[in-house]
């Protein structure tokens, strides 16, 4: 393993927005992914050939940098974006620039579709046509640019065909929407060969936030106060959605019967890890019985997790003195308009106050031994 580097563990990449257009199979033709101006000229995401309803003024995926007036609107396109999220070459500039070695990178397109999608063939040939790009992007820079396979959990026995192929392209880990999209928890027996799979190759899977339709407190903004895009309350509670997958992991005895699977939660930051840990442990000793838990749910986290830091946060030392500096990495979130310029240097600061030792278990080692880089 490559340790003694800057890894960012959750970085992203602009898909090509006629990506699938261009690559899905005949059959799907007509229910292709991408992007498209709708009839007020707003650019948005089309998923199963139809106008997105949670992607309107895509723009701000690819905003890295700007301002806000700008980000949010009708004239800042998504192939606006930085070329360093669509081209390897310029990315390796752009980790230069930031003294960043390495990153392990995830989608934006793809972050968006799976709470509009009920086919579960259609969800897995949107999937095959990603993985296929995102290796094959990386593949210039074998030691600097990491893929990360989009699988869904839709199906369990086409998500199993799609991570041994994937497996195959040399991705470093999976990941998957932490809304179950067929209604069945993480913790549930049904998933339980997917993660036979996952373990045996060494794969870890990782929860990502995505943008759905149904999003916790969506009702809320059909209000006449909110005329406004709700960006600013998701951008503060997408990672719902994570920790209540975060818990089934453990109440239904995944991470039991799995000692070897590594979880990975991702652009949640690692402030609430030590609140949630100690809440799910003081719950377990009363009412464990009632879980397929057979110890404190501390230890699977232990063993077993690691979460992705937003390096601004002051809670980084915080939480790793209570769990210890080798359960978090840390995420750019280049090139998404919220994501952080300087994301290096601001971490630094972020965790200056860590023996040196931690703080290269968070600059870059955890990353490296969670993805096996």
């Not at 690691?306 to 979130?333: H, N, T, Y």
Request: proline share 6%; aromatic share 14%.
């Amino acid at each position: 393993m490559l340790l003694g580097r800057s890894v960012d563990a959750d970085g992203h990449i602009l898909e090509p927005p006629d990506l699938w257009k261009n690559n899905l199979e005949a059959k799907f033709k007509d229910r292709t992914l991408g992007l498209a101006r709708d009839s007020d000229g707003v650019e948005s995401v089309i998923v199963n050939g139809q106008f997105s309803a949670v992607s309107r003024g895509f723009g701000i995926a690819a905003a890295f940098g700007q301002p806000g007036e700008v980000a949010f609107s009708n004239d800042f396109s998504y192939l606006d974006g930085p070329r360093g999220a669509y081209d390897p070459h310029a990315r390796i500039k752009v980790l230069d620039e930031e003294g960043i070695d390495a990153v392990v990178l995830y989608p934006t397109i793809g972050l968006v579709w799976e709470g509009e999608v009920d086919d579960p063939e259609l969800a897995a040939a949107y999937c095959r046509v990603y993985n296929d790009w995102i290796a094959d992007f990386c593949r210039p820079y074998p030691d600097r640019l990491y893929a990360v396979a989009h699988i869904s959990l839709m199906d369990v026995d086409r998500a199993i065909i799609e991570l041994k192929r994937a497996a195959k392209l040399g991705v470093k880990g999976v990941m998957l929407t932490p809304w179950p999209t067929n209604g069945r928890a993480y913790g549930d027996t049904y998933y339980d060969p997917f993660w036979a799979v996952a373990q045996d190759y060494g794969l870890p899977v990782g929860l990502h936030v995505i943008a759905r339709p149904n999003y916790h407190g969506s009702q809320w903004y059909q209000h006449a106060t909110f005329q406004g895009s709700p960006f600013y309350f998701l951008s503060v509670t997408l990672g719902f959605d994570i920790q209540a997958s975060f818990v089934s992991f453990f109440e239904g005895g995944t991470l039991e019967r799995f000692p070897n699977l590594k979880l990975l939660c991702l652009e949640v930051g690692a402030g609430w890890i030590p609140h949630f840990i100690e809440r799910m442990d003081s719950k377990w000793e009363h009412s464990g019985f009632m879980t397929a838990c057979k110890r404190p749910p501390s230890e699977y986290f232990r063993r077993q997790v690691w979460a992705g830091a937003d390096v601004d946060e002051s809670m980084i030392p915080a939480a790793s003195a209570r769990w210890g500096s080798d359960k978090f990495f840390w995420s750019s979130d280049f090139p998404h308009f919220d994501g952080f310029p300087n994301a290096l240097k601001q971490l630094k600061k972020s965790i200056a106050s860590l023996p040196p030792a931690d703080q290269q278990n968070i600059i870059g080692d955890n990353a490296t031994r969670a993805y096996r880089l």
